[in-house]
């Protein structure tokens, strides 16, 4: 079983908005920290977003500062990622992270977390 699953991806034109969902499934653990990566067609799996959990803070790709923001629900394991003006170039698969440990930085490679989600596809059309 999956232990995260994204929903609220789709299809949306340049310069509008998506709200991304995870939520844990399953499986039960407490998270140090989540975050939010993306996997465009032919390319790595890059860094998007990070909040922990206990403070709220955030960190985010230089590429999507000003524009996304991660944010946590009130149920454990859920973590929301408002995508405003998008832009053609944040077309790609979006993938929730858990990570358990605690880690004194900002997690913002894959081997920093522990579970991951299955991917909800965002495809922005210009």
């Known amino acids: 079983q999956v232990p995260l699953v994204e929903s609220g991806g789709g299809l949306v034109q340049a310069g509008g908005s998506l709200k991304l969902s995870c939520a844990a499934s399953?499986?039960?653990?407490?998270?140090?920290?989540m975050g939010w990566f993306r996997q465009a067609p032919g390319k790595e799996r890059d860094f998007v977003a990070t909040?922990?959990?206990?403070?709220?803070?955030?960190y985010y790709a230089d590429s999507v500062k000003g524009r996304f923001t991660i944010s946590r629900g009130n149920a454990k394991n859920t973590v929301y990622l408002q995508m405003n003006s998008l832009k053609r170039e944040d077309t790609a698969v979006y993938y929730c992270a858990a990570r358990v440990r605690p880690f004194a930085g900002w997690a913002t490679t894959r081997g920093q977390y522990d579970y991951w989600g299955q991917g909800t596809q965002v495809t922005v059309s210009s």
């Open positions: 909040i922990r959990w206990s403070t709220g803070g955030t």
């Open positions: 399953g499986r039960s653990f407490s998270s140090y920290s």
